[in-house]
Antibody, heavy 124, light 107 residues
Framework: QLQLQESGPGLVKPSETLSLTCTVS??????????WGWIRQPPGEGLEWIGT???????YYKPSLKSRVTISVDTSRNQFSLKLSSVAAADTAVYYC????????????????WGQGTLVTVSS | EIVMTQSAATLSVSPGERATLSCRAS??????LAWYQQKPDQAPRLLIY???TRATGIPARFSGSGSGTEFTLTISSLQSEDFAVYYC?????????FGQGTKVEIK
């Protein structure tokens, strides 16, 4: 079955760029879904949607993060990635990659498959 | 941005009782609403999508209802494994947004 796994540094310095990769296994990223997404969760807090990418490259981002976020897909490696620039302590969180699935009408959005999450701490 | 409000931060329920969780959207999201369950140190698990469709493998004691701006997740008879945090999520409009979560705890 399809599985997602996040990878990347667990510690990032303030003002630097956070870079994470989500590796899709058990299926092709191209055929498993046209959409892929990132969500984060600060320690002890709720879930925050960061952004979603469409297979053709179209991206949708949380407005408050839009100036700092880039999500991309590498179909040759079966991966998609997140970059968040100019990080600060408030960006400390568990970062999840996830697959938005389609409902019976073909409308995509609910996240049915999640990675285990990776904690990224922003600290000098 | 659509704001999702879960009316209760915490719900205290006894095992075997019914739990009713509410989620309100600041504008209509049609039926494009999902519910997730999250236990400590675990990724969220999809319970309900399309406001009322159970995801694969989800027990029948979980049910969702509503459309437009008012939604409900009902757990008909709480089992020990159901004590967790529950989030609603709208995907009708960009940006997608989550509610702040409702913790269901043992009474």
């Amino acid at each position: 079955q399809l599985q997602l796994q996040e990878s990347g540094p667990g510690l990032v310095k303030p003002s630097e760029t956070l870079s994470l990769t989500c590796t899709v296994s058990g299926g092709s990223i191209s055929s498993s879904s046209p959409y892929w997404g990132w969500i984060r969760q600060p320690p002890g807090e709720g879930l925050e949607w960061i952004g979603t990418i469409y297979y053709s490259g179209g991206t949708y981002y949380k407005p408050s993060l839009k100036s700092r976020v880039t999500i991309s897909v590498d179909t040759s490696r079966n991966q998609f990635s997140l970059k968040l620039s100019s990080v600060a302590a408030a960006d400390t969180a568990v970062y999840y990659c996830a697959r938005p699935a389609a409902d019976s009408s073909g409308y995509y959005g609910s996240f049915d498959i999640w990675g285990q999450g990776t904690l990224v701490t922003v600290s000098s | 941005e659509i704001v999702m409000t879960q009316s209760a931060a915490t719900l205290s329920v006894s095992p075997g009782e019914r739990a009713t969780l509410s989620c309100r959207a600041s504008q209509s999201v049609s039926s494009h609403l999902a519910w997730y369950q999250q236990k400590p140190d675990q990724a969220p698990r999809l319970l309900i999508y399309g406001a009322s469709t159970r995801a694969t493998g989800i027990p029948a004691r979980f049910s969702g209802s509503g459309s437009g701006t008012e939604f409900t997740l009902t757990i008909s008879s709480l089992q020990s494994e159901d004590f967790a945090v529950y989030y609603c999520h709208q995907y009708n409009n960009w940006p997608w947004t989550f509610g702040q979560g409702t913790k269901v705890e043992i009474k």
